[in-house]
């Protein structure tokens, strides 16, 4: 069964770092493209960026580029996201969702983890 | 980067009556392979989104056979054929036609009367 388990609630402050996780089972990690969506509170979807962990291929959304960085360990089945210095405006949820590949239906999005709420205040 | 719209962006509908959600995008999602990468996603609430349909009409596994989508181009549809309770919550259309900046819809709220 494929899961995508991330890691839990942040509460943190303007300007400070953070790495939240996201940990893929049930299927070849490095095989398949795992992406970063965020959902700021009642708002919809956006798309942030998207990883190859087989070889740490990071593409990014244009308003989300130099914003964060996203990567991944290989050796753990896991994929990050991170900030180097919050703002209030990073308040979301975040989510990582893998892209898979059907014969049937071409590349998709499939498995979405549960999601990670950050809260950023001062 | 390519826009996608929803209508209604709002949709109440009685129990057992059927619904539509429209979803236009602002280019053709035909991918250069032939095929057009259009995704439906359900969000109930306090729930991740969760795929329903994909490449227009095909159902994910373990999607109840009352979702169905139809479409082609820039133009799609979600529709449900029988609303239950546990349809309750915000759809989204999604394109995966260009890679790497894959978008979504707006979102659709569907609300029983």
């Known amino acids: 069964e494929v899961q995508l388990v991330q890691s839990g609630a942040e509460v943190k402050k303007p300007g400070e770092s953070l790495k939240i996780s996201c940990k893929g089972s049930g299927y070849s990690f490095t095989s398949y493209w795992i992406a970063w969506v965020r959902q700021m509170p009642g708002k919809g979807l956006e798309w942030m960026g998207i990883i190859y962990p087989g070889d740490s291929d990071a593409r990014y959304s244009p308003s989300f580029q130099g914003q964060v960085t996203i990567s991944a360990d290989k050796s753990t089945s896991t994929a990050y996201l991170q900030w180097s210095s919050l703002k209030a405006s990073d308040t979301a949820m975040y989510y990582c969702a893998r892209r898979g590949y059907y014969d049937s239906g071409g590349y998709v999005i499939d498995y979405w983890g549960q999601g990670t709420p950050v809260t950023v205040s001062s | ?113």
């Open chain 2, 1 to 113: 980067d390519i826009v996608m719209t929803q209508t209604p962006l709002s949709s109440p509908v009685t129990l057992g009556q059927p619904a539509s959600i429209s979803c236009r995008s602002s280019q053709s999602l035909v991918h250069s392979d032939g095929n057009t990468y259009l995704s439906w996603l359900q969000q109930r609430p306090g729930q991740p989104p969760r795929l329903l349909i994909y490449k227009i009409s095909n159902r994910f596994s373990g999607v109840p056979d009352r979702f169905s989508g139809s479409g082609a181009g820039t133009d799609f549809t979600l529709k449900i054929s029988r609303v239950e309770a546990e349809d309750v919550g915000v759809y989204y259309c999604m394109q995966t036609t260009q890679f790497p900046q894959y978008t979504f819809g707006q979102g659709t709220k569907l609300e029983i009367k």
